[in-house]
């Protein structure tokens, strides 16, 4: 054959191959486009569910049915919903405000639940500002799967609403983010336990996983359920309620109140700068009332506040009355106002007192709580509740904790004698060197921040603790005390030994009129500060750097012995407002 033409076929069939395969890939790209497309279109509905959309851009007097017909209002799409298998889809990226989602007696089961959940791509679906209503009401139903939304600023988020006598089970709320607004989830309802009709539950197999909120009022509250009648105490509206995976930031007030509840737990969530409202009656993240066999795990709560004039209160986990064999176990519990748990009970629950019972606190993480002390009871866990059961103790074992100096770990009212409560196996750490406050987020900052003069305002930030200044407020210069009156109800102060620890070592911003920093001390909790227990050390005024200082207390006759309190002063600073931030504060060798 003509080796010329042998050539030329060659380069035809290589060229024709190349197409070839060119095509392929084009058909296959354009297949995998699609079927990129198809599965962010899609949603993981049960099958014969019957689907409503939704979008703005809709219309209602579309047939809903599809999304190229939606929908325009919620109203629309929540009519046509008679019960199990159907389900409402909002378009991502589209707003609703004012409308919302109200679904009284449709029922639904696990296996063919009404659903609300967001179709097509982009960010979530968001329903806002309802400022009388909830963006999602159900009430008197079974059978609701809710998730993949955004709720802001409404008036409640999700309402469950359940009259007595339902026995109504299984919702799922999941993957929801709620920004600002009152609470997130709330259920409520009535109850009046009629041992010849009623059920034992209004409602149960409640899931809330994997949510956020952030700014809210409460994230979870379990409203006080009317009719709620209190002959043995052992009638619950709610049972087995669990929340797990969830972010909870900044709630104005509590966090999680699983109250009138049997049954469930708190996993893996997350609560930090909890309650930053005024509080009325006392703060806490996670308040438990009459509720039984509950567990709180795998969590951290930190930054609880206070906020209020006066109180033991600004608590991780508070036991408030009638908590029978719960369990906190494997948590995380730091840096709060006040102590990480308090076992407390309430006198006016429509009927006799009722203690709290066989509950077990085990193998956690305590971090320098009572952060903010404003009574001589300084603890990490806080008991005025007798215990009395003759059933068995409360049992506090394998936990960790890291003190505030001045702070111990647990504290017994002086009424309560003898409680039924065991310890055991719990141990201190110690948290950088004996006496240093580094102010990084691990450590506590200031012990209980004793007591102050001409301060207007005292900030924990991120890594440095602010005071602001203002030399009118009172007789004398600033002053800041590192622990004083406070712990007087211990008899507990730094105790510091002044024969190792010669040294105080200091990092500070002053920007303030200030020359002059004086440190003062005193050997025993009750003694006055006086001068002849002081030193002075020149400072830089005005600045906005750092500089650190060591204040050399070897040859002070009067440091000696043991150390219980330290003050600071800016002693010529007889007028004028200014800024101090402490980044570092150590008395070592």
């Avoid at 099958?47 to 109203?75: C, H, I, M, R």
């Avoid at 039984?292 to 709560?301: A, G, H, L, M, Y």
């Avoid at 600045?543 to 043991?562: C, F, I, P």
């Avoid at 407002?577 to 150590?586: A, C, E, P, S």
Wanted: hydrophobic share 30%.
């Amino acid at each position: 054959m003509n080796p010329k033409l042998n050539y030329m076929i060659f380069l035809l069939i290589t060229a024709l191959f190349h197409w070839s395969c060119e095509e392929t890939e084009m058909f296959r790209t354009e297949e995998i486009t699609l079927k990129t497309k198809v599965e962010e279109d899609s949603v993981n509905l049960p099958e014969g569910t019957v689907a409503y959309y939704v979008s703005t851009g809709g219309s209602d007097s579309n047939d809903g049915l599809s999304a190229s017909t939606p929908f325009k209002t919620l109203a629309k799409a929540t009519g046509m919903i008679t019960g199990g298998g159907d389900a409402i889809l909002l378009k991502r990226g589209d707003q609703w405000s004012g409308e919302n989602i109200s679904l009284s007696g449709k029922q639904g089961t696990p296996d063919n639940p009404v659903t609300i959940t967001a179709y097509g791509s982009g960010p979530k679906p968001i329903i806002k500002d309802n400022s009388s209503a909830s963006a999602i009401l159900i009430a008197n139903s079974s059978g609701y799967v809710i998730e993949d939304l955004q709720i802001d600023n409404n008036n409640n988020g999700i309402s469950l609403i359940y009259p007595f006598r339902n026995g109504r089970e299984y919702v799922r709320i999941r993957n929801i983010d709620f920004n600002g607004g009152g609470t997130c989830v709330r259920i409520t309802g009535d109850y009046q336990r009629d041992v010849t009709t009623a059920f034992d539950y209004n409602i149960k197999d409640i899931l809330i996983e994997d949510c956020e909120s952030t700014g809210s009022e409460v994230f979870l509250n379990c409203e006080y359920f009317k009719n709620l009648t209190q002959i043995d105490f052992e009638t619950y509206p709610i049972w087995d309620l669990k929340i797990a995976n969830c972010d909870v930031e900044s709630t104005v007030k509590t966090a999680m109140l699983p109250r009138w509840t049997k049954g469930g737990y708190i996993d893996n969530c997350k609560m930090v700068n909890i309650y930053t409202g005024i509080a009325q009656n006392g703060s806490a993240a996670v308040l438990l009332r009459r509720t039984r066999d509950f567990e709180i795990k795998n969590t951290e709560i930190g930054y609880v506040h206070r906020n209020a004039p006066e109180g033991p209160d600004g608590e991780a986990i508070d036991f408030e009355g009638h908590v029978v064999e719960c369990t906190v176990s494997n948590c995380y519990l730091h840096h709060c106002d006040g102590p990480a748990m308090m076992f407390f009970f309430t006198l006016n629950q429509n009927g006799p007192v009722k203690y709290n019972k066989r509950n077990y606190v085990l193998n956690n993480t305590f971090h320098h709580n009572n952060q903010s002390a404003y009574h001589p009871e300084d603890c990490e866990i806080w008991i005025s509740d007798p215990l009395r059961d003759p059933n068995g103790p409360t049992i506090i074992s394998g936990n960790t904790y890291t003190r505030v100096p001045g702070v111990s770990f647990y504290l017994l009212r002086t009424a309560n004698l003898n409680p039924n409560i065991t310890f055991s196996n719990n141990m201190e750490v110690a948290d950088g060197e004996l006496h240093e406050w580094k102010f990084n987020g691990s450590t506590s900052g200031i012990p209980a921040e004793g007591s102050h003069s001409d301060i207007s305002e005292i900030t924990r930030l991120g890594t440095f603790v602010r005071l602001e200044l203002d030399a009118s407020l009172d007789d004398g210069p600033p002053e800041f005390a590192l622990d004083d009156e406070h712990h007087k109800g211990l008899d507990i102060g730094l105790e510091i030994d002044a024969n190792t620890n010669t040294k105080l070592y200091l990092k500070i911003k002053n920007n303030t009129p200030a020359e002059k920093l004086k440190v003062y001390w005193a050997n025993d909790l009750y003694d006055d500060y006086s001068e002849s227990n002081s030193k002075e050390v020149n400072i830089v005024r005005d600045t906005s750097n750092y500089s650190t200082y060591v204040v050399d207390l070897s040859g002070e006759s009067s440091w000696t012995g043991t150390i219980d309190k330290v003050k600071l002063a800016w002693p010529d600073m007889t007028s004028g407002t200014g800024i101090v931030d402490i980044d570092n504060l150590k008395i070592a060798p």
